[in-house]
């Protein structure tokens, strides 16, 4: 199992595949690679793609404690040092889209171009206030119960006539992505406190952001004010999807995101 140890001696897990281009793949707030199953295996028919565990989650080191982007961006900084890759494209989802922007800004030079998959720029009413109810539902009724609430936004509400009996499963599951409580509390605290907004005329990386219609945790305006602040950057919105297109939308989220990336 490749383990890289960060400079706190905390460990990420990392996988990388396929031959290409360098391709960063950054999972949102669950922090694990698997997130990326049904897109990863085509992109990395043409990209060498990388993806990792975030520190307190999946396969990484969990240590309770203070989390931040910022902390998340400098550790995906120190696992591409340490593999040798100095500039590459990213593809980061919610969370991993709120690192990306942040590399952008920090490590200008790490970043080639970004797709933005369904986030966020900074303190929003309606996402502070999501991240705070979640985090609520978490602390008082354990991971189960906010895995199998969280079900219900997460993806659209027609994906359930499918999937039913998979997403029902959530809550007697809840330890399949081994995430304690208290780590979790503390990333999405990590997430309200993100803001990167008075930042983003600062980028200059061709920038897509993408997001569905149907999108209930991070709404279509969302991306549109981060288009809206990064010269030259475009928007994608899909029609149907929820929060996870990579998941219930595969084909067309690969359709939205390979001709940017190939540019």
């Given amino acids: 199992m490749p383990l890289f140890t960060l400079s706190d001696?905390?460990?990420?897990?990392?996988?990388?595949?396929?031959?290409?281009?360098?391709?960063?793949?950054?999972?949102g707030l669950g922090g694990v690679a698997g997130f990326?199953?049904?897109?990863?295996?085509?992109?990395?028919?043409q990209f060498t793609v990388i993806l990792h565990d975030h520190r307190g989650c999946g396969r990484s080191s969990h240590v309770p404690g203070r989390f931040s982007v910022d902390?998340?961006?400098?550790?995906?900084?120190?696992?591409?040092?340490?593999?040798?890759?100095?500039?590459?494209?990213?593809?980061?989802?919610?969370?991993?889209?709120?690192?990306?922007?942040?590399?952008?800004?920090?490590?200008?030079?790490?970043?080639?171009?970004m797709v933005l998959s369904a986030t966020w720029c900074g303190p929003e009413a309606y996402v502070t206030n999501l991240f705070g109810n979640r985090k609520a539902v978490l602390m008082a009724g354990g991971l189960g119960l906010y895995q199998k609430t969280s079900a219900f936004f997460?993806?659209?509400?027609?994906?359930?006539?499918?999937?039913?009996?998979e997403l029902d499963?959530?809550?007697?599951?809840?330890?399949?992505?081994?995430?304690?409580?208290?780590?979790?509390?503390?990333?999405?605290?990590?997430?309200?406190?993100?803001?990167?907004?008075?930042?983003?005329?600062?980028?200059?990386?061709?920038?897509?952001?993408?997001?569905?219609?149907?999108?209930?945790?991070?709404?279509?305006?969302?991306?549109?004010?981060?288009?809206?602040g990064i010269d030259g950057a475009d928007f994608i919105e899909l029609s149907y999807g929820g929060h996870f297109t990579?998941?219930?939308?595969?084909?067309?989220?690969?359709?939205a995101s390979i001709p940017f990336l190939r540019h």
């Fill in 9 to 27: 001696g905390q460990e990420l897990y990392y996988e990388t595949r396929g031959e290409g281009p360098p391709l960063v793949l950054v999972p």
């Fill in 36 to 45: 990326w199953d049904k897109v990863g295996p085509t992109l990395a028919q």
């Fill in 71 to 113: 902390q998340m961006a400098d550790d995906l900084h120190q696992l591409l040092q340490f593999l040798g890759i100095e500039r590459a494209a990213f593809l980061g989802h919610s969370t991993g889209g709120a690192i990306a922007q942040t590399l952008a800004i920090t490590q200008p030079g790490l970043v080639e171009r």
């Fill in 154 to 165: 997460l993806r659209p509400p027609g994906y359930w006539h499918d999937h039913g009996p």
């Fill in 169 to 228: 499963a959530l809550g007697a599951n809840a330890t399949h992505d081994a995430v304690e409580v208290e780590i979790l509390a503390a990333r999405l605290d990590a997430l309200i406190a993100f803001d990167r907004r008075s930042q983003l005329g600062t980028i200059t990386q061709p920038t897509l952001a993408i997001c569905a219609r149907d999108d209930m945790v991070t709404p279509p305006a969302l991306s549109q004010e981060i288009v809206a």
């Fill in 246 to 255: 990579p998941l219930v939308v595969p084909t067309a989220f690969l359709d």
